[in-house]
């Protein structure tokens, strides 16, 4: 585990996005960009927030997180591989017939995963339900779940904000992915004014700047009984590789042995 | 006293709650007023949550998660329509176990119009593994097969009809997964669910006069099935008619006919609502009739094949 003295500024987590990429080029399928825009948040998450057990997935002391935005999940299967969840077998075996990692994680076959995702706008109700599960036993288990900002285009991302607030969930956090790829399709999209019109507390950050990312979190009192809290942290899609980098034909392709040189050159 | 099947869930939510801590019930706005005793008996475990189905549904599969057993209640359309792939995802694809109850069968609010029907839903939720279906048209339906099924690690949906059939069933015949015979004949099985098994009996009662013996099956738990019962019903009688407050796609009848269709010789036909919107307004037994889901009408299949 890194030390609070690691953590400044971008780090750029390089060998961890190299990994992505080699999943890519030989499961022959992904979204590199999705996941480099989450990579920072939830290895930092993984590194230096959440509780849990690896060898016990289902400790009943871990906090839970819920990568709503399913389609980033190679950021969260690198993690997962990290922290010892699953293996290098399981990360060989990326969309191969018999593996148990496919191109949206699957809480039946993964060890780690607290929901199956991938169809947007599921992931903030389902982790409502459990903040609220986790309240009513009165347990101190925290609620992380990381939405992307496209996917605050779904009308219940708004529905489980509302409850939330109204049901007072502070042991809920959720994480917007705020890449803009929202804003292709809707320009007016002040993400912050709009969970501040729900009622919760609202961070702004750079979610590739581990020490913002971090001092937001610290910031979080998750109290059982309070405010539920966002941190809208803005970030780059495909971060770290000019090439992908933004939102166009690199959402969901493989790249060439060309580029895959380039990518690599990039992250050395 | 009788009771009405939904004052029988308010009352049947209150007794477990009592005794089960995990239970925890939430609504989408309506039937806070019977509701108000397990509300005030189990603090912190009632929740009128709005008019948010598609994320109470979520919320639901959340708390499961979390190890509690949920009660989620609304007007079935609103459920199980508009927000089937919360239920097709986060309880039956994440292989949660719940409890969802609905009011508002079929036609039940028949001045309210189509949007507040619901009569594709077995059809709907047979589609979905791991969910069981239960029909209940009398309170102790619903009892009995709340207790026996909600804690198990399915996901449970009971329709809750708005009327009753008005047959006196012991506490002790309800079993769920196990259809009833009411009535032991020999000439022609009829498969009944829900409130028209009166028009079953109605049905079984004229033809009598004629010397035809009726066997009447009332199924409550739609799914699992109680095939065995039919099959052998079918098999002794070779004629079945299915009464059913659903399309005719999908529900009880199709399955029924899929139970019994290579017994030699066997005839079968459906009463039940077209394959359409049901559009005019009117009585709950306006309506049934407006569909053909009549006594005559199950009288006159049997004749047919006489």
């Known amino acids: 585990m890194n030390t609070m003295a690691n953590i400044s500024g971008n780090t750029l987590n390089k060998d961890l996005r190299k990994k992505i990429v080699d999943m890519v080029m030989a499961g022959e399928d992904g979204h590199i960009p999705s996941a480099y825009s989450i990579l920072d948040i939830i290895t930092l998450l993984y590194r230096d927030v959440l509780n849990f057990d690896a060898k016990n997935p289902e400790w009943k002391d871990r906090d839970y997180f819920i990568l709503s935005k399913g389609h980033g999940c190679l950021a969260l299967y690198v993690n997962l591989h990290r922290h010892g969840f699953i293996t290098d077998c399981d990360i060989d075996m990326f969309c191969k017939q018999g593996g148990i990692l496919g191109e949206h994680p699957d809480r039946t076959k993964v060890p780690g995963v607290e929901a199956s995702t991938g169809s947007l706008g599921h992931g903030l109700s389902f982790a409502v339900g459990i903040a609220l599960g986790l309240k009513i036993q009165a347990q101190k288990n925290r609620m992380f779940v990381l939405l992307g900002d496209g996917e605050c285009h779904e009308g219940t991302v708004w529905e489980a904000a509302n409850v939330a607030r109204n049901r007072n969930l502070g042991n809920l956090c959720a994480i917007v992915d705020w890449n803009q790829s929202a804003m292709q399709l809707m320009p007016y999209d002040d993400m912050p004014k709009k969970w501040e019109a729900f009622g919760w507390d609202v961070q702004t950050v750079d979610g590739h700047n581990e020490k913002e990312m971090l001092d937001a979190i610290h910031q979080i009192r998750f109290k059982i009984d309070g405010i539920p809290s966002v941190i809208v942290a803005k970030t780059i899609k495909g971060k770290g590789i000019p090439l992908i980098e933004g939102h166009g034909i690199w959402h969901h392709r493989i790249p060439n042995t060309q580029e895959y040189q380039q990518i690599m050159e990039a992250l050395s | ?306």
């Open chain 2, 1 to 306: 006293m009788t009771i009405t099947t939904r004052q029988q869930f308010a009352d049947t939510m209150l007794a477990i709650g009592q005794e089960n801590l995990k239970l925890v019930v939430m609504v989408g706005d309506i039937g806070h007023g019977m509701l108000k005793p397990f509300a005030a008996a189990c603090p912190g475990r009632y929740y009128n949550i709005g008019i948010l189905e598609p994320t109470m549904i979520s919320m639901g599969a959340g708390l499961a998660a979390s190890g509690l057993c949920p009660v989620i209640h609304t007007i079935a359309p609103f459920m199980i329509e508009r927000a089937f792939e919360q239920i097709k995802l986060d309880f039956c694809y994440h292989k949660l176990p719940g409890n969802i109850v609905t009011v508002g069968s079929a036609f039940d609010y028949s001045n309210l119009g189509c949007t507040h029907h619901c009569y594709g839903d077995f059809a709907l939720l047979k589609t979905l593994q791991r969910t069981q279906i239960c029909f209940a048209a009398s309170a102790v339906e619903f009892d009995q097969l709340f207790r026996q099924s909600y804690q198990n690690d399915f996901l449970t949906i009971y329709r809750v009809a708005g009327q009753s059939h008005c047959f006196d069933f012991a506490a002790k015949d309800i079993i769920f997964g196990k259809a009833i015979k009411v009535i032991d004949g020999s000439d022609v099985t009829i498969v009944a669910t829900g409130p028209h098994l009166r028009t079953a009996l109605n049905a079984c009662e004229h033809l009598s006069v004629d010397g035809v013996k009726g066997e009447v099956i009332y199924v409550h738990t739609i799914r699992p099935l109680d095939t065995e019962l039919i099959r052998a019903s079918v098999a002794k009688t070779r004629k079945v008619v299915v009464i059913e407050e659903h399309m005719r796609s999908g529900g009880l009848s199709d399955d029924v006919l899929r139970a019994s269709y290579d017994i030699p010789g066997m005839k079968f036909h459906s009463v039940s609502i077209p394959d359409t919107f049901v559009t005019g307004y009117g009585t709950y037994e306006q309506l049934s009739a407006s569909c053909g889901l009549t006594t005559e009408a199950v009288i006159d299949s049997i004749k047919k094949w006489q």
